[in-house]
């Protein structure tokens, strides 16, 4: 059976208090107002330092889970569904729905919207993610609070268990993090709240500037590297110095797209932070793309993994994270039995785009490319036709040995999703040489890249089907498309694509890009989704982002 030790405790967690951060959680089914279950308060609860790792699994299940035992964490709105308001599930559809990796059939007006870039302030997808993120930020906050040497020591707690706890702390401040890299990168200028600043239902939080948050993380993760457990030694699916270099890393990636500045720093830190990973020979590729995605891939691609979020079809059970890519991705004439789902949800597929970078099978065959074409067309004449748009195969509640994942109803799906992958490490920091950052050579860069095209092609030492060369790795668009190659619906398409500056604008057309079969132009705005009008109207000190 999938063992997940984090997330049975999160089924277990005591409800504790946390800070209500912005008017965009006044949605939130007042979970942060209500009195403690079980006739327990903050107090009580941190009093014991055997509840700690109870109270972190909660911010750990955040990232992927909707709410405890039928409690959701954030209200989705009568008659919504409560699925969307997962984080995984929502960060997912901002970052894949908007982009040519993929297209979703089902005919809402928010995910339509998302389907053509075509949003307003008022979509509701676009605020179940803000409300998410700052709902974790909330819940990190209030445990790093807690967890301060000063309170600590107030409750006596001392030697092994306060080690533990400051161990905790650190993981807790790196889950803020990422919630914090997801809302730079989604929404730019964001609220901002940190364990310094009370609850207070009265608390309308200032704005930070984007390079300012920038700065603010990248400095977070650095400060706390020296409490995390080693890298690729802390138990599964928790945060540990691995995870804290693979975020900064992406973050200085990113970090002209945040900051605005034109510089190579950016990419010389990347190199850093890659380089840590890289030095590690516990870091290794799992030997097939494809385990990737199956249900035991917390034992058959442990090796690769450097952050999951973690998914049991017994413990975890949400219609969000990979239950919903499971799901979703089957319809047509697609057999249940085949994904271990007992229904098909017929929604995404994937425009032309993502299938076209692959080579056909006549000229080599990338075993990455993962798609269902009986039935299905290349052409989408119809956003809401499931079959128009090739399907996707990549996510699949089967292991590695054909069995179907815990759940006898085969309903909720076991398959981890990778956050953070050695083989983006590989992908990230051959783009940061490309574009000029020191601290690594080309010709490692080529290597790395080969390393994931020998797994892709199935090279057994000393073949090169599928290897590129050094004119081919330096062509404009190879980074960009091998990124598509190797991580598409994996969430991080958009993110990519504003980077290189194809997003927006008509360099680069898919089809129902601004509403248009063929694709059109859409404006530079895009390139952030806009603070949700809910929440401006609560804290009017809260500038909306430019063009809404």
């Known amino acids: 059976m999938k063992s997940h030790p984090i997330l049975r405790r999160a089924g277990l967690v005591f409800a504790v208090a946390a800070a209500a951060l912005t008017g965009g959680l006044t ?16 107090e009580s609860v941190y009093r014991d330092p055997a509840n700690y790792i109870q109270v972190l699994a909660k911010c750990y299940a955040s990232l992927n889970l909707s709410g405890n035992s039928g409690a959701p964490d954030v209200f989705a709105g009568q008659g919504k569904d409560e699925g969307e308001t997962a984080y995984l599930r929502a960060y997912w559809y901002l970052q894949e729905l908007p982009t040519d990796e993929a297209v979703v059939a089902w005919n809402s007006p928010p995910l339509q919207e998302l389907n053509k870039a075509t949003w307003t302030s008022g979509n509701d997808l676009i605020n179940n993610c803000y409300t998410r993120i700052f709902y974790t930020i909330a819940l990190c906050n209030e445990f790093i609070r807690e967890t301060s040497d000063d309170k600590l020591g107030s409750r006596g707690i001392t030697g092994a268990n306060a080690d533990k706890a400051r161990t905790y702390r650190a993981e807790a401040r790196f889950l803020r993090a990422v919630a914090y890299s997801h809302a730079i990168d989604l929404y730019g200028n964001v609220p901002f709240v940190t364990e310094a600043d009370l609850p207070s239902k009265q608390l309308q939080p200032r704005q930070i500037k984007r390079a300012e948050l920038f700065d603010y993380i990248t400095q977070e993760l650095r400060d706390i590297q020296p409490a995390l457990l080693a890298a690729h030694q802390a138990p599964y699916g928790r945060a540990d ?43 290794v590729l799992a030997p097939e793309y494809r385990l990737l995605f199956l249900a035991d891939n917390n034992v058959t691609s442990a090796s690769e993994i450097i952050f999951p979020l973690e998914s049991d079809g017994l413990v975890s059970q949400v219609y969000g994270g990979t239950t919903y890519l499971v799901h979703a991705a089957v319809g047509g004439r697609m057999l249940n039995t085949g994904f271990g789902i007992n229904s098909a949800w017929a929604g995404n597929r994937t425009r032309k785009n993502l299938p076209l970078l692959f080579p056909t099978p006549a000229s080599g065959f990338d075993t990455r490319a993962m798609f269902f074409t009986t039935g299905q067309n290349l052409e989408i004449n119809d956003l809401t036709a499931f079959t128009d748009g090739y399907a996707v195969t990549k996510w699949r509640n089967k292991t590695s040995t054909g069995a179907n994942g815990n759940d006898p109803q085969q309903i909720f799906v076991d398959t981890d999703f990778p956050l953070f992958r050695l083989a983006d490490v590989y992908l990230m920091y051959a783009e940061a040489v490309l574009r000029n950052g020191r601290g690594g050579t080309q010709t490692q860069a080529l ?102």
């Open 27 to 42: 949605a939130c089914n007042k979970d942060l107002q209500r009195e403690p279950f079980y006739d327990l308060n903050t």
């Open 241 to 283: 110095k691995g995870a804290a270099w693979a975020l900064a890393a992406k973050l200085y990636l990113n970090g002209n797209v945040y900051t605005g500045r034109t510089t190579t720093a950016a990419y010389d830190s990347c190199l850093v932070y890659c380089n840590k990973i890289l030095t590690k020979p516990s870091y």
């Open 447 to 548: 290597a790395y890249v080969n390393l994931l095209r020998d797994r892709a092609y199935g090279n057994t030492p000393g073949t090169t089907d599928g290897h590129v060369t050094t004119a081919e790795l330096t062509a404009p668009d190879f980074i960009l498309e091998e990124r598509a190659r190797e991580l598409y619906w994996e969430g991080t398409r958009r993110t990519d694509l504003v980077r290189f500056g194809k997003f927006t604008g008509s360099t680069y057309l898919w089809p129902w890009k601004g509403g248009v079969k063929a694709g059109q132009s859409i404006d530079a705005k895009y390139n952030l989704y806009p603070l949700p009008s809910t929440d401006i109207v609560a804290n009017p000190s809260l500038v909306q982002n430019p063009g809404y």
